[in-house]
């Protein structure tokens, strides 16, 4: 069995390998990262919005979600309270309300997975640009990360463009001092036309711990159809409909060099944007792939689409699998493709024995969706998983194939 990918540290309790062990499972996690600007949000004037943004967010179910344009923290706490709900999963970082702003940024993060450290706060002419360090709690090193939180100026004339330079300037200083081994998210709505404005060359050129934009994708963004697909702002055709790509979540390299957190290949999306409403709302039509009711909800929420990608990192989990599995042993090839997969893929078997076999998937509780029985017909062998039939949702499983004598376990990442 080839063990790199899922990194299992097996601990045998009677003798062989072929004995029952208790197995402290190395496996890969994921948090889902969101960016949202939230038109201005403030309560009670806002408190018609709230049922929208709840439907919005609670279909994406972020891990660490940047909000702009909350107005005061009193707002911020009725955010949490009235649209993520759920307070035994989720908290808010304070707003620091020191300094007198139009809007201000706000920090929503899983609990259950992350750890609040410390908030610093970078300030700019216009706005802050909060910093906020958190930990991986069942990362296997507990690592920090430092996510961003930023809503540059708007408009398109020369002095606001310049404004934004000075903006990100002011990020580039506090990052020149920053320890070079903090992966960096920097996310929110940065209100730039052009991958040539200069705002956006500094990000991405000019910062000393180097930031990527997952989707490379330079251009001129504005009312350009080659990029209707990223375009996040507005959602509403009497705003102008979708034509501007002004929300971003930008990683830097430690996301991007295989080593430990990675960013989830293809899932860096616009979320609801089917790349076929460009000047048009984002419910006219209703999005292939979107229902109504969540289409209705994007229109209603906010004038921006919410900007969603995730990413992965080893994790420690105990007692995922207690079945035999011999280290190092080749006699049962797997593998799955495609892997990630967004609704079926396919698990491709080879194999040296004829006799039974056992085809299972679990979820990363440990928890058996299906097994079968299977006797190879041949050498090679193929089956396909459907994710709606089983109910799979977003997330982690592990498919094991196991004879007689031997077991092999892959990892499988399902992305809706």
């Known amino acids: 069995m080839r063990m790199s990918k899922i990194g299992l540290v097996m601990i045998l309790l009677i003798g062989s390998c072929f004995t029952y062990i208790y197995a402290q499972a190395v496996v890969y996690d994921t948090l889902t990262v969101m960016t949202y600007n939230v038109e201005y949000f403030k309560y009670p004037e806002s408190d018609t919005t709230i049922k929208y943004f709840k439907k919005v967010i609670q279909k994406i179910k972020p891990d660490i979600a940047c909000f702009q344009e909350i107005k005061n923290d009193y707002s911020g706490k009725i955010f949490l309270y009235k649209v993520i709900e759920n307070l035994d999963v989720y908290d808010y970082v304070k707003i620091n309300e020191d300094r007198v702003l139009d809007s201000y940024n706000l920090l929503i993060y899983n609990i259950s997975k992350l750890k609040f450290l410390y908030e610093n706060i970078i300030n700019t002419e216009s706005r802050d640009i909060n910093a906020y360090y958190l930990r991986i709690e069942n990362h296997v090193n507990q690592d920090t990360i430092v996510v961003f939180s930023s809503h540059l100026k708007a408009g398109d004339k020369e002095e606001q463009k310049e404004q934004r330079y000075r903006e990100i300037k002011s990020f580039q200083k506090y990052v020149g001092k920053l320890d070079k081994d903090y992966p960096i998210i920097f996310a929110g709505d940065l209100n730039v036309y052009t991958s040539r404005e200069k705002a956006y060359q500094v990000l991405i050129d000019s910062i000393s711990i180097d930031l990527d934009d997952p989707l490379n994708k330079p251009g001129d963004w504005h009312e350009n159809p080659n990029f209707s697909f990223l375009h996040t702002q507005a959602t509403r055709a009497n705003f102008g409909g ?76 105990v ?68 994710a709606g039939k089983y109910g799979m949702t977003t997330g982690i499983y592990f498919v094991r194939v196991s004879n007689e004598k031997y077991t092999t376990v892959r990892k499988l990442l399902l992305i809706k």
């Open 242 to 317: 979708l034509d501007d790509r002004f929300d971003f979540i930008l990683m830097s390299y430690h996301f991007f060099d295989g080593k430990d957190i990675e960013y989830v290949r293809g899932s860096y999306r616009a979320f609801g944007n089917d790349g076929k409403h460009l000047n048009k709302s984002i419910n006219d039509p209703i999005p292939s792939g979107l229902d109504k009711e969540i289409a209705d909800a994007l229109y209603n929420a906010s004038d921006h689409l919410p900007v969603v990608a995730r990413i992965s990192y080893p994790a420690v989990n």
């Open 319 to 386: 007692g995922i699998l207690s079945e035999p599995i011999c280290p190092g042993n080749y006699e049962i090839s797997l593998n799955i493709y495609p892997n990630p997969f967004n609704n079926s893929t396919n698990v491709h078997i080879i194999t040296g024995s004829m006799g039974k076999h056992i085809l299972s998937l679990f979820d990363l509780r440990g928890v058996k969706i299906f097994e079968k029985e299977f006797y190879p017909s041949s050498r090679e062998n193929k089956f396909g998983i459907d």
